[in-house]
């Protein structure tokens, strides 16, 4: 089996394991760091902690995903693009921008951002023409209604059937649109317009998303079904949402999203070595 190779506008990344991408949030009301990466410096500070701890992405949002004041696309701007530049001076691993805006993305891309990570799905033209302009990667995901918008009552014929469905035209569009089928991930979106019963559902049928031809990235870092599964608060999810990991790993997901590098990556590698017997311990 060939091994998956991510095009992005600075090179490739292979996906020839599974990949940790770090959330930093430079927002003032994150739902997990409640604003403490708000300020560049200690946004900054975070960066290079991730990079310490062997982060393979570094995402980079500023505005948060759930319902709440709305954040202009200059403010937007404003929180991300200084970052991504400090970050870029730092590293060279691949950079995501989280947003819906085209003008944000646009400016991330220009500023050293590699990948279009949106919760909108890409559902809008312009959304698509921003990624195809910049050669940016793409993250396509699966959303009912708009971003930011409130949907506590989710009905589905068949949760993982629908969602599939919706990703695999989804991606048939941005395709069709310009998108380089080599530029796109998918992700099943747990956590958006989805009961907590529905968002385990897919967890259950995750080979469903990972037998698609395009890699999947996993997004499920402190989010509410954890939580709602487990009895928790939002700062005491961190093994559930390791288990969960562990269990995207197995079944073939290529990128983790996650508040808490050093232990997913830990976690992460230890399934690698059990599934691989081609596995190079880290201490060799």
């Known amino acids: 089996m060939s091994v998956p190779v991510l095009s ?30 708000q300020g560049l410096e200690a946004a900054i500070r ?15 949002g ?23 530049e400090a970050v870029r001076k730092r590293t060279s691993i691949p950079i995501s921008v989280d947003t819906f805006k085209p003008e944000v993305a646009r400016r991330a891309v220009e500023a050293g951002a590699d990948i279009i990570n949106s919760i909108g799905g ?8 921003a990624a195809v302009d910049t050669g940016a990667a793409a993250v396509i995901m699966h959303i009912r209604r708009e971003p930011r918008v409130a949907d506590p009552n989710p ?16 991606v048939q569009e941005c395709i069709a649109d ?17 009961t907590s ?19 999947v990235l996993l997004a499920v870092s402190r989010k509410r079904f954890i939580g709602d599964t487990l009895g928790l608060a939002t700062d005491e999810r961190l093994e559930g949402s390791l288990a969960v990991a562990a269990w995207g790993t197995m079944k073939g997901v290529k990128i983790i999203r ?13 399934i690698e070595a059990v599934l691989d017997p081609a596995f190079t311990p880290e201490y060799a």
């Open 122 to 129: 890409f559902g809008e033209l312009d959304m698509r023409r």
């Open 155 to 170: 009905v589905y014929g068949d949760v993982v059937r629908d969602v599939r469905s919706f990703l695999v035209h989804r």
């Open 62 to 84: 500023g505005e948060k995903a759930g319902p709440g004041p709305a954040v202009s696309a200059d403010e937007e701007t404003r929180r991300v693009v200084p970052a991504i």
């Open 8 to 37: 992005l506008p600075s090179g490739t990344l292979s996906l020839d394991r599974v990949r940790i991408m770090g959330i930093l949030n430079r927002t003032p009301d994150s739902f997990y760091d409640h604003g403490k990466y």
């Open 178 to 194: 310009g998108i380089a089928p080599e530029r796109i991930l998918v992700d099943p979106g747990p956590g958006f317009g989805k």
């Open 46 to 60: 975070r960066a290079e902690e991730m990079l310490a701890e062997g982060v393979d992405i570094i995402d980079v």
């Open 197 to 215: 019963d529905q968002d385990v559902e897919i967890l259950r049928n995750l080979r469903d998303f990972t037998d698609l031809p395009y890699p």
């Open 258 to 270: 996650t508040h808490d590098v050093k232990a997913t990556r830990r976690v992460v590698r230890m």
